[in-house]
C-alpha cells in the first residue's frame, strides 16, 4: 500500500518506501523546526509553514517536472526511455534531491548563515548530510548513488565536480532560477500562508511548456515560445514577493534584530563540528532562549530580546542605493552605535533572462533575444537606525538641500 501525504498546495502527494524513510530521519525531521520565511513568520501570522512542507512540496513539482519533460526528446538524445531502468534510477535520484535539497539549512536560515556557519554556505552542509550515516542506509536500500544525489541537489555553482547532461538537466529542475521547482513551490507556498496573492501563477502551464533545448555550450531547460508568459507571470511573482515580504522593511527590521540575537547566542556554541551537532540545532531553540531572555531581566541578551518583541524598541530599516548608503557613511565621519548598513551587490543594468526559447518556426533563441518583459533587480542596501534616530540621515538630507538651495 501506497502512503500519501495530503499536502494544502498539491493536495494528496505519493509517497515511495524509502522515501518514507527518508522522511522519517533525523536531518529530516529537523525541517519540522527550520522556518521557510525565516523572521517573516513573526510578521506573518500565518506564515508558520516549515522547510519540512515545502522540501515535499519540491519533490512533487520536481517530479511533474521531469514526468512532463522527459517526453520531448527530439533535441536531446540521451534522454531516458520512459519505463526504462534509466529512466526509474534517474526519476528517484531527482526526487532524492529535491527532498534533501534544504537540508543544510541552520536555524533561521539565511540570516543565520553568516554567523554560524563560518563563511562556508549551508549547500555544503547539505552535502555533508547527504553522505552522513543518518542517509547512507537509506541510497544503498534504495540503489541511489549519493553523489548524484548531492550533485543534482545542490546545483553546479556549489559543487566542484563536472557534471554529466543529465546531472545538467536535473538539476535545473530544481535549482533553476526560471524553472527550478524549489523557486515554484516556495512562491506558491509563502503565497498561500502568508495571504500574500503576488506568489500565485499558473504553474501547471509553466511545466507543460517546458523542454531541453541546446543552447551556448550545452543542453539547458529551456521554454517553447507559447510558455514565456507563464514564465513571465513567475518572475513577476517572485519580484513583487521580494518587495512585499523577503524584502520588506518590517521584516528587514525584525531580521535584523534575530541576526544579532542569534550572532550572540551562538558565541560560545560551533554547530559545525560535526553533523550529528549540526541536525541538533533548530528555530525552536533559539525562540525558547528569546523568551527565557525577555522575561528575565538579568539576562544578558535581554535588550535585545525585547527588541524582538516590542517594534517600538526595534531599529528601522530604509533601504537606500549606493550613492545615498556612501553619502549617509560620509555624514557620520564614524561609526555609531545606533546606526548599521547592510551592503548588497546592486547593479543599475538591466537584467537580461538567459534561458533558451524554442519558437514556433523551430528556431531556438535566447529570451534576452526576444523578451518583451524586464524584471527589474530588487536587490537593495539598508540602514539601520535606532530609536530616537529614525528621521537623523532625513534631517541632514533637508539640511543640506536647505544650504545648496
Known amino acids: 500500500m501506497q502512503k500519501k501525504i495530503f499536502d494544502p498546495i498539491h493536495g494528496f502527494i505519493v509517497i515511495k518506501k524509502w522515501e518514507e524513510e527518508l522522511i ?11 522556518h521557510q520565511i525565516a523572521a517573516a513568520a513573526f510578521v506573518y501570522n500565518g506564515g508558520n509553514h516549515k522547510r519540512y512542507d515545502h ?8 517530479n511533474k517536472i521531469f514526468e512532463h519533460v522527459m517526453k520531448k526528446s527530439a533535441y536531446f538524445p540521451d534522454i531516458p526511455k520512459k519505463g526504462s531502468k534509466e529512466y526509474r534510477y534517474w526519476k528517484n535520484i531527482l526526487r532524492a534531491a529535491a ?3 534544504d537540508l543544510g539549512h541552520p536555524p533561521f536560515s539565511h540570516l543565520a548563515e553568516k554567523h554560524l556557519l563560518k563563511g562556508k554556505r549551508h549547500e555544503e552542509w547539505t552535502r555533508n548530510i547527504i553522505f552522513s550515516d543518518y542517509l547512507i542506509p537509506i541510497w544503498k536500500k534504495a540503489g541511489l548513488d549519493p553523489d548524484h544525489i548531492a550533485k543534482v541537489s545542490i546545483g553546479r555553482e556549489y559543487y566542484a565536480e563536472p557534471f554529466s547532461e543529465i546531472e545538467s538537466i536535473l538539476t535545473e529542475m530544481i535549482t533553476g532560477n ?3 521547482a524549489d523557486r515554484i513551490d516556495y512562491l506558491l507556498r509563502d503565497s498561500y500562508f502568508t495571504g500574500l496573492a503576488y506568489g500565485s501563477f499558473d504553474y501547471e502551464q509553466l511545466i507543460q511548456s517546458l523542454c531541453i533545448l541546446p543552447y551556448k555550450d550545452r543542453y539547458y531547460l529551456g521554454v517553447e515560445e507559447d510558455g514565456l508568459e507563464s514564465c513571465y507571470a513567475l518572475l513577476l511573482a517572485r519580484y513583487f ?12 527590521s525584525y531580521s ?7 550572532q550572540q547566542f551562538f558565541k560560545d556554541k560551533d554547530i559545525t563540528t560535526s553533523v550529528e551537532e549540526y541536525v541538533r540545532t533548530n528555530d525552536f531553540e533559539i525562540l525558547a532562549e528569546v523568551y527565557k531572555a525577555y522575561v528575565d531581566v538579568k539576562h544578558p541578551l535581554h535588550k535585545e530580546a525585547i527588541t524582538l518583541m516590542d517594534q517600538e524598541k526595534r531599529y528601522k530599516a530604509t533601504p537606500i542605493d549606493n550613492e545615498t548608503m556612501q553619502r ?7 561609526d555609531k552605535a545606533w546606526v548599521f548598513f547592510e551592503e548588497n551587490s546592486l547593479s543599475k543594468e ?11 518556426n523551430g528556431m531556438i533563441m535566447g529570451a534576452d533575444k526576444i523578451s518583451e518583459v524586464h524584471i527589474p533587480v530588487n536587490m537593495s542596501n539598508w540602514v539601520f537606525t535606532a530609536p530616537g534616530h529614525h528621521d537623523y540621515f532625513e534631517k541632514q538630507d533637508a539640511s543640506n538641500s536647505s544650504e545648496n538651495g
Open 241 to 252: 514577493m521580494h518587495k512585499r515580504l523577503y524584502q520588506y522593511s518590517n521584516i528587514k
Open 55 to 62: 522540501s515535499i512540496g519540491t519533490m512533487m513539482v520536481a
Open 24 to 34: 522519517a530521519s533525523v536531518p529530516f525531521r529537523r525541517l519540522q523546526g527550520i
Open 178 to 180: 526560471y524553472f527550478g
Open 99 to 101: 527532498l534533501c535539497h
Open 256 to 262: 535584523f534584530h534575530f541576526s544579532r540575537f542569534i
Open 350 to 360: 538591466k537584467k537580461f533572462f538567459s534561458f533558451p526559447v524554442l519558437q514556433k
Open 328 to 334: 549617509y557613511k560620509e555624514s557620520l565621519k564614524e
